[in-house]
């Protein structure tokens, strides 16, 4: 069955506990998506979650995928009668200062309204998690194990504030008068005093976390007493890098396959009869590729300055395809979406079972690359 080809360890959180029938609801489905994919994964500079919201009440009983919602995707999910288009790439990215008839983009949300479809959109959550867009490209490169290039950490601290504060003393008098002090600043927590033994001396070691803002105050107070002040000690606390998952995957492949096979291999992966090549200085077709650095989309920023035999991309700038050739690392484009799209078709497999089938999905048919080879 479907459910036992996609082992839990592969998929994490792909049917939660609190799953009821009510998912149909709009809000509830939204958070189903959430949980699939957190969208605190996404780039700050992106533009994700729900994007479009039809006045409430709306249940949603067909679910539409599509990497690009153009204007003839819409009419298709029109036709197909969608209560939720799933966009890939957000449609409304830069602020709308208007919604008229005047543009596509804004044609798209006066069709979306007029025919109560709601728009969500995931982008590059998509493309962080373990079970996502990047880890589906690495399929194209064949047994190969991968790690990414820029992790993504934690959405918050293992514990609270941004700063660990530490310092000794050994005057106890002096010391409850600061204690009592610092316990007044705001957002400060963990604060935990313990015996220590110090150049010979009993004294006390103070430690507490606190914010950016609190930290000020702590050190304003500290500077006070030269003592303590020179024995403090500030870390700044980490948030924990998230195993598996980030932008990019560097992939270091099972055995060493000639560049002419690997290309193949993606062509085969994504269904293309053609890509696009720059061999690296000082190979041929028949160099050995061991590692490859890949990034869907646009990857010149998350592949820049990588060591690898290979990128591999969508996109790249014409002067960082040089670098990358003139570091003898060879590039294969495909077009942006083309390494995207391919995406859809596991996504649907995987919500139909994160959502328990409880919703029709449909993959649009409309939805392809801009670019074509004439």
Known sequence: SLHSALPAREFPGLIPAWFCPLYR????????????????????????????????????????????????????????????????????????????????????????????IAIYSPHTAYDAIPHGVNNWLT??????TSV???????????????????????????????????KDIPEISCLTTLPARVEGEEQTRVSLNCSQTALVEVVALLSQNSLLYHKTEILLLQKPLLPHTGMGRLCTLSEPVSLSDIIDRIKSHLKLPHIRLAVGAGKTLESPVKKAALCA???????????????????????????????????ILCEHSNTERGFLSELHDMLAIHLQKKIHIIVSEKDRDPLQVV
């Open 25 to 116: 609801e709009l809000h509830a489905l939204v958070s189903a998506l959430n949980d699939f994919a957190s969208l605190s994964l996404a780039e700050s500079w992106d533009n994700v979650g729900l994007l479009v919201e039809p006045s409430p009440p709306h249940t949603v009983n067909t679910l539409f995928l599509t990497n690009d919602l153009t204007e003839e995707v819409m009419e298709e999910a029109v036709q197909k009668k969608a209560d939720l288009i799933l966009s890939y790439h957000p449609p409304v990215f830069t602020p709308l200062k208007r919604v008229t008839w005047k543009t596509w983009k804004e044609r798209l949300v006066v069709r979306a309204l007029e025919h109560r």
């Open 139 to 144: 399929k194209g490169l064949g047994a190969c």
């Open 297 to 331: 989309g646009s990857g010149s920023s998350i592949l820049k300055g990588m060591e690898a035999d290979l990128y591999l991309t969508g996109e790249m700038s014409h002067h960082d395809v040089l670098d990358a050739v003139a570091n003898g690392i060879s590039v």
């Open 148 to 182: 990414p290039l820029h992790p993504s950490t934690a959405p918050s601290y293992p514990a609270e504030g941004t700063h660990r504060v530490e310092f000794c003393a050994d005057n106890t008098e002096h010391l409850d008068t600061v204690l009592s002090k610092i």
